[in-house]
């Protein structure tokens, strides 16, 4: 095996001894810091390299073919999509584009009455709710999730303003009422059925990225209390739907069957799921992990002679 020698800055060097004095204090780490540095280190430089190769859709520790073939493919002469998609300026032409476009068919559709277009079949907020939903939570949900610690504070101010503000047109939208966001007559069951898909989705999302970043990830208490409180909350209106009559939960009427396409979606991700994926894979990611830290262990232990 071909030895290759590291030089770590002091910074560097700094930041492993902080690692590996939190390890020796949760009692994962008994060595010392010499062995135990190293042994972090060459943690690190693992993780990020398995990272990056799946990237450059390499499997860990590649052979020489396999790099070598993958980049002869990387050389290639690149497609007219793949020079149009990698290429910034000409995504934002196209943006622009389609920007364009979708103004120039809205005020057809609405003040025109082009009818190919069916906008004015679909003129409230409501029906737009349902076509826009699930794209703009897909794209924004998962990662304000999994990347909530590095959003910055003048961007959690604007996120809780559109909320309230969002909060406060929905209830003018059944009080007032305002008739052209079509919120009037729509019941929690409506509700249920436009917000189930969305939620599944980035609840899945979420979950598989917090898996992938951080394996011993846990709900903090805070989460666990909005969940808590949101599962309390809709049991009251089960109740109240089917033994008060009211109204407005439009409960009435809805079988079983109805309400495992709502609740089948959001359970199954978060409880059903990881088992499911335990059983047929025969617990292949335990495994893998278990190899891992075993691979990992003999890297130390046939460093431990080896200095920084």
């Keep these: 095996m071909t030895s290759l020698t590291c030089t770590?800055?002091?910074?560097?060097?700094?930041?492993?001894s902080a690692l590996v004095e939190l390890d020796r204090a949760a009692g994962a780490d008994s060595t010392g810091t010499g062995i135990g540095a190293v042994r972090t280190a060459k943690?690190?430089?693992?993780?990020?390299?398995?990272e990056k190769l799946e990237q450059a859709g390499l499997p860990w520790a590649p052979s020489a073919e396999a790099a070598s073939?993958?980049?002869?493919?990387?050389?290639?002469?690149?497609?007219?999509?793949?020079?149009?998609?990698?290429?910034?300026?000409?995504?934002?032409?196209a943006a622009c584009v389609a920007a364009a476009a979708l103004a120039v068919t809205l005020w057809g559709g609405y003040t025109r009455g082009w009818?190919?277009?069916?906008?004015?079949?679909?003129?409230?907020?409501?029906?737009w709710l349902t076509l826009l939903l699930f794209p703009v939570a897909l794209g924004t949900i998962p990662l304000w999730i999994q990347d909530k610690d590095h959003i910055g504070k003048g961007r959690h101010v604007i996120y809780a303003a559109a909320i309230a503000a969002w909060t406060g047109l929905v209830i003018a939208g059944y009080l007032i009422p305002l008739n052209w966001t079509g919120f009037r007559g729509q019941t929690l069951w409506a509700?249920?059925?436009?917000?189930?898909?969305?939620?599944?989705?980035?609840?899945?999302?979420?979950?598989?990225?917090?898996?992938?970043?951080?394996?011993?990830?846990?709900?903090?208490p805070y989460q666990k209390?909005?969940?808590a409180t949101l599962a309390a909350g809709w049991i009251l209106?089960?109740?109240?739907?089917?033994?008060?009559?009211?109204?407005?939960?439009?409960?009435?009427g809805n079988t079983a069957w109805g309400w495992l396409g709502i609740v089948l979606p959001l359970v199954f991700p978060t409880?059903?799921?990881?088992?499911?994926?335990?059983?047929?894979?025969?617990?292949?990611?335990?495994?893998?992990?278990?190899?891992?830290?075993?691979a990992t262990a003999r890297t130390a232990a046939a460093a431990a002679g080896t200095s920084l």
């Design 225 to 227: 209390t909005i969940i």
């Design 271 to 294: 409880l059903l799921l990881p088992p499911l994926l335990k059983w047929v894979s025969g617990n292949a990611a335990g495994r893998a992990s278990a190899a891992y830290q075993a």
């Design 237 to 252: 209106t089960v109740i109240g739907g089917y033994a008060l009559r009211w109204q407005w939960t439009g409960y009435a």
């Design 69 to 93: 073939k993958r980049a002869a493919q990387a050389a290639a002469p690149a497609g007219v999509m793949h020079r149009i998609t990698g290429n910034g300026k000409a995504r934002q032409a």
């Design 43 to 50: 943690a690190l430089m693992r993780t990020a390299l398995a």
């Design 115 to 127: 009818a190919w277009t069916g906008f004015r079949d679909n003129n409230q907020l409501w029906n």
């Design 8 to 16: 770590i800055e002091p910074d560097e060097l700094l930041g492993l």
């Design 191 to 220: 509700w249920l059925n436009l917000l189930v898909l969305p939620a599944a989705v980035t609840i899945t999302m979420a979950l598989a990225g917090m898996r992938t970043r951080r394996p011993q990830a846990r709900l903090r």
